[in-house]
T-cell receptor, first 114, second 114 residues
């Protein structure tokens, strides 16, 4: 089955620790994205990547880092510099080009800082 | 950057009635407007989208209208059913050929009552 997979589904982190969220897609999409979702708010863009070995900051990149070493993978690291990391994190991917533009989302990772 | 506002934040309708959710956007260069449905604990799923060269699009019980002059677009769901209960997000983006970087509204919690 083609799709986008996030793991783990639930993640607990102690304050001061870095943690990495996994995102893998087998849709052969060039572009990948990380969004953060908080209760009562929309999805806010953290980082995005349009091509392998390249990525750009989104609206709320502070305290996060990413890498894009492979087309199918776009891991997100939540660092200790992120002041309020507890949230629902969503990864997405989409094709490049103007014709087929749908962004597909994973099932999300709920991160809780304890 | 783009700013998307969405209203109402909650909407309760009786089964069989229609539901309307409205969004406005700020960037006149935006040319792609998708609507996503998110069920509890899951990632958003695309339900319908519209491009700026079209004023209206329909898919069975779901329709979207776009007014480029006023910079607003709306989702219409007719003959609502209990399974329509979910959070709905509107979004806007500028398709450049390099991916689909979406700016989301804050969501509408739709409840369809029996």
């Amino acid at each position: 089955d083609g799709g986008i997979t996030q793991s783990p589904k639930y993640l607990f982190r102690k304050e001061g620790q870095n943690v990495t969220l996994s995102c893998e897609q087998n849709l052969n999409h060039d572009a990948m994205y990380w969004y953060r979702q908080d209760p009562g708010q929309g999805l806010r863009l953290i980082y995005y990547s349009q091509i392998v070995n390249d990525f750009q900051k989104g609206d709320i990149a502070e305290g996060y880092s990413v890498s894009r070493e492979k087309k199918e993978s776009f891991p997100l690291t939540v660092t200790s510099a992120q002041k309020n990391p507890t949230a629902f994190y969503l990864c997405a991917s989409s094709p490049a080009g103007h014709l087929n533009t749908e962004a597909f989302f994973g099932q999300g990772t709920r991160l809780t800082v304890v | 950057g783009e700013n998307v506002e969405q209203h109402p934040s909650t909407l309760s309708v009786q089964e069989g009635d229609s539901a309307v959710i409205k969004c406005t956007y700020s960037d006149s260069a935006s040319n792609y407007f998708p609507w996503y449905k998110q069920e509890l604990g899951k990632g958003p799923q695309l339900i319908i989208d519209i491009r700026s060269n079209v004023g209206e699009k329909k898919d069975q019980r779901i329709a979207v209208t776009l007014n480029k002059t006023a910079k607003h677009f709306s989702l219409h769901i007719t003959e609502t059913q209990p399974e329509d209960s979910a959070v709905y997000f509107c979004a806007a983006s500028i398709l450049t050929g390099g991916g689909n970087k979406l700016t989301f509204g804050t969501g509408t919690q739709l409840k369809v009552e029996l």
